[in-house]
């Protein structure tokens, strides 16, 4: 029976492009090449490890840093030539100090524009939102909503959830025609719950992760 490294699409090297995505984020963190060992490695110690084609040497993702890549999960594309690996990054990905390697904006002309991040998927914008709530936390911005919240505190933040939620109910019962008041206050409510939980020292990512354990739970 054929080993799993056998079946996949090697270059002229004997190596495959892997592909490194925060498991959290779903933001792309890197792309390396894998041989066969950096490969095996990486199944057997649950980190990273890659081929260095300038060096021609096998290294450990974050030995010398200690930003090393917790494997979460690793795939396959239909083509067999091509990994996807999601990890925990501890720290940051690029050597450069951001935390993606891919923070440079290509524009139209082309050129690039400098230190921008892809934008996170829809999907995903909670948690840029989050973020943004925690960047206003470490660095207060005059005029700003959220900072204004933080320091007001625990009572205040309380009220307008309170008063959002409420506002929630309202649009649903008393406004059917207008499902955009619905969608506005919903977004609201969204926005200060996440100011509470920065005001109460929890993250997004805990809450998404309870609500993937009970679902994990419920599969069982």
């Known amino acids: 029976?054929?080993?799993?490294?056998?079946?996949?699409?090697?270059?002229?090297?004997?190596?495959?492009?892997?592909?490194?995505?925060?498991?959290r984020s779903g933001k792309v963190l890197m792309m390396a090449y894998m041989n066969e060992e950096a490969f095996y490695k990486?199944?057997?110690?649950?980190?990273?490890?890659?081929?260095?084609?300038?060096?021609?040497?096998?290294?450990?993702?974050?030995?010398t840093s200690g930003h090393t890549q917790r494997?979460?999960?690793?795939?396959?594309?239909?083509?067999?030539?091509?990994?996807?690996?999601?990890?925990?990054?501890e720290g940051v990905a690029c050597h450069t100090g951001f935390f993606s390697c891919f923070h440079q904006k290509i524009d139209a002309q082309p050129t690039l524009s400098g230190d921008e991040y892809p934008p996170y998927a829809l999907s995903a914008f909670l948690q840029e939102l989050f973020e943004v709530i925690e960047?206003?936390?470490?660095?207060?911005?005059?005029?700003s909503y959220t900072n204004k919240l933080l320091e007001e505190g625990e009572e205040k933040i309380l009220r307008k959830v309170a008063e959002e939620t409420t506002e929630v109910?309202?649009?649903?019962?008393?406004?059917?025609t207008n499902p955009e008041h619905l969608r506005w206050e919903v977004a609201d409510l969204l926005y200060h719950l996440l100011v509470l939980l920065k005001?109460?020292?929890?993250?997004?990512?805990?809450?998404?992760?309870?609500?993937?354990r009970r679902h994990a739970a419920k599969k069982k």
């Open 199 to 212: 005001n109460q020292g929890l993250s997004f990512y805990e809450v998404m992760e309870e609500l993937s």
């Open 42 to 63: 990486t199944l057997e110690t649950g980190t990273t490890w890659f081929y260095s084609r300038s060096r021609q040497t096998l290294w450990h993702k974050g030995e």
């Open 169 to 176: 109910i309202l649009a649903t019962l008393n406004d059917k």
């Open 71 to 89: 494997v979460r999960g690793m795939y396959l594309d239909c083509d067999q030539d091509t990994l996807l690996i999601q990890v925990d990054q």
């Open 135 to 143: 960047e206003r936390a470490r660095h207060p911005q005059p005029n």
């Open 1 to 23: 029976m054929n080993s799993i490294w056998e079946t996949l699409k090697k270059d002229t090297q004997g190596l495959i492009p892997a592909i490194i995505q925060d498991v």
